[in-house]
C-alpha cells in the first residue's frame, strides 16, 4: 500500500524554526515528485513547496521562498520541509502528498501534521 | 499566479440527489485540473485528475469535465460519505493553486 506519514510538528515561538518530516512507503520513492501542501485552521489548502524525484529541482510559494527548504533523501525515502524564521501566519496543518507520475495531481496525502507558531 | 473560483461555497443537496460544482481559471489550463475530497478532520484525497479522469477506486457516480477555464465536478446521486469539501487545483503552472473549495452540505 502506498502511504505517506509526516512528523515533526509542533509549538513553535515567532521567528522559531522547525523541520518537518515525510516517510514514504509502498512505492519507488525516488521516481516520484514529492510535495507539500498546507490548510491553516477552518481555511481551505495552499500548496507550499514541491520537489522533483531527484531532488534537483524545486519549488516554492512566494510565502515562503527564502524561508522553506524541501528536501529528500532517496536512499531513506524521507522527505523534509524545513522552516525557518516562522510567523503566526504559518500556523497550519501541513499535508505531505505524492505527485501522480507526470505530477497530475496529488496521490496519497499524509494524515498531516499541525504546526502552531505562537509565544 | 492562477486564481482559482469555485462555486457555490455552499451546496445543500439531499441524499440521492445531483451535486453539480463549478470551478473557473483566471486563464487557461488547458485539462490540467485536478479535483479533491476533504471529508471533516480527515485528509484530502484525489477524486479526477486531468479534468476528468477518476482516481484509482473513485466511485463511478463521480465524473469531471471541462476544458480551458471552466471546470465542473458532478456528483450523481450523493450517498453520506459524499458530504464533504471538495476543492479544484491547477497543475498547469507554478505556482500550484487550489480553488477555495465547495462544501456539500445535507439539505
Known amino acids: 500500500e502506498v502511504q505517506v506519514l509526516e512528523s515533526g510538528g509542533g509549538l513553535v515561538q515567532p521567528g522559531g524554526s522547525l523541520r518537518l518530516s515525510c516517510v514514504a512507503s509502498?512505492?519507488?520513492?525516488?521516481?516520484?515528485?514529492m510535495n507539500w501542501v498546507r490548510q491553516a485552521p477552518g481555511r481551505g489548502l495552499q500548496w507550499v513547496s514541491s520537489?522533483?524525484?531527484?531532488?534537483?529541482?524545486?519549488y516554492y510559494a512566494d510565502s515562503v521562498k527564502g524561508r522553506f527548504t524541501i528536501s529528500r533523501d532517496n536512499s531513506n525515502n524521507t522527505l523534509y520541509l524545513q522552516m525557518n524564521s516562522l510567523r503566526g501566519d504559518d500556523t497550519a496543518v501541513y499535508y505531505c502528498?505524492?505527485?501522480?507520475?507526470?505530477?497530475?495531481?496529488?496521490?496519497?496525502w499524509g494524515q498531516g501534521t499541525l504546526v502552531t507558531v505562537s509565544s | 499566479e492562477i486564481v482559482m473560483t469555485q462555486s457555490p461555497a455552499t451546496l445543500s443537496v439531499s441524499p440521492g440527489e445531483r451535486a453539480t460544482l463549478s470551478c473557473w481559471a483566471n486563464q487557461t489550463v488547458s485539462t490540467k485540473l485536478a479535483w479533491y475530497q476533504q471529508r471533516p478532520g480527515q485528509a484530502p484525497s484525489l477524486l479526477i485528475y486531468?479534468?476528468?479522469s477518476r482516481a484509482t477506486g473513485v466511485p463511478a457516480r463521480f465524473s469531471g469535465s471541462g476544458s480551458g477555464t471552466e471546470f465542473t465536478l458532478t456528483i450523481s446521486g450523493l450517498q453520506s460519505e459524499d458530504f464533504a469539501i471538495y476543492y479544484c487545483q491547477q497543475y498547469d503552472n507554478w505556482p500550484l493553486t487550489f480553488g477555495g473549495g465547495t462544501k456539500v452540505e445535507i439539505k
Open positions: 509502498g512505492f519507488t520513492f525516488s521516481s516520484y515528485a
Open positions: 486531468a479534468a476528468s
Open positions: 520537489i522533483s524525484g531527484s531532488g534537483g529541482t524545486t
Open positions: 502528498a505524492k505527485s501522480r507520475v507526470g505530477r497530475t495531481g496529488f496521490d496519497p
